[in-house]
T-cell receptor
Framework: RKEVEQDPGPFNVPEGATVAFNCTYSNSASQSFFWYRQDCRKEPKLLMSVYSSGNEDGRFTAQLNRASQYISLLIRDSKLSDSATYLCAVNRRWGYNKLIFGAGTRLAVHP | SQTIHQWPATLVQPVGSPLSLECTVEGTSNPNLYWYRQAAGRGLQLLFYSVGIGQISSEVPQNLSASRPQDRQFILSSKKLLLSDSGFYLC????????????FGPGTRLTVL
């Protein structure tokens, strides 16, 4: 079993739709959680950190469920510009800070 | 603010040739530095990390090596490239003490023919 798993998608949604992605992690010692956005042939860019109490940034909401060991990303009112691959990342301190990345979920927003 | 640079942006090399990719970070000191590879349509594979000058740890056995000659410089090398070395190479930095967020450079797209 992979340490961090995501549904690869693609999720094809119309503009204005609400879409949610989940990311499961296997190691209960994981401490920090992040969502990254990666456009085609570009580097991943940090979208948001995921806090225990959940956090929101405009149309984006991230949540953490430690009991079930998953994080989620909700995108409301999808825009064409949201089309990208969304990577989750989980930090584990093993003598150093290491991020384990999921393979990503591809989102395609259409008119 | 901090910025991270990588070069070259793209590279086409024959099998068996050497490789040197460079990454530099500005605006921070004593960062943790990382090299990742992303194969086409795949996730990020951590290759090397460094917590300080001259300190390199390898995550996976391979024909690549890394060096950190200066605090904000990280170099990825190979003596002889393989076809399987093709991919998107990303350098990332993280604050030595912070929220564990990593920030990526623009990457180098390597094609080995």
């Amino acid at each position: 079993r992979k340490e961090v798993e995501q549904d690869p998608g693609p999720f094809n949604v119309p503009e204005g739709a609400t879409v949610a992605f989940n990311c499961t992690y296997s190691n209960s010692a994981s401490q920090s959680f992040f969502w990254y956005r990666q456009d085609c042939r570009k580097e991943p860019k940090l979208l948001m950190s995921v806090y225990s109490s959940g956090n929101e940034d405009g149309r984006f909401t991230a949540q953490l469920n430690r009991a079930s060991q998953y994080i989620s990303l909700l995108i409301r009112d999808s825009k064409l510009s949201d089309s990208a691959t969304y990577l989750c990342a989980v930090n584990r301190r093993w003598g150093y800070n290491k991020l384990i990345f999921g393979a990503g979920t591809r989102l395609a927003v259409h008119p | 603010s901090q910025t991270i640079h990588q070069w070259p942006a793209t590279l086409v090399q024959p099998v068996g040739s050497p490789l040197s990719l460079e990454c530099t970070v500005e605006g921070t000191s004593n960062p943790n530095l990382y090299w990742y590879r992303q194969a086409a349509g795949r996730g990020l594979q951590l290759l090397f990390y460094s917590v300080g000058i001259g300190q390199i740890s390898s995550e996976v056995p391979q024909n690549l090596s890394a060096s950190r000659p200066q605090d904000r410089q990280f170099i990825l090398s190979s003596k002889k490239l393989l076809l399987s070395d093709s991919g998107f190479y990303l350098c990332a930095w993280m604050k030595d003490r912070g929220d564990n967020e990593q920030f990526f450079g623009p990457g180098t797209r390597l094609t080995v023919l």
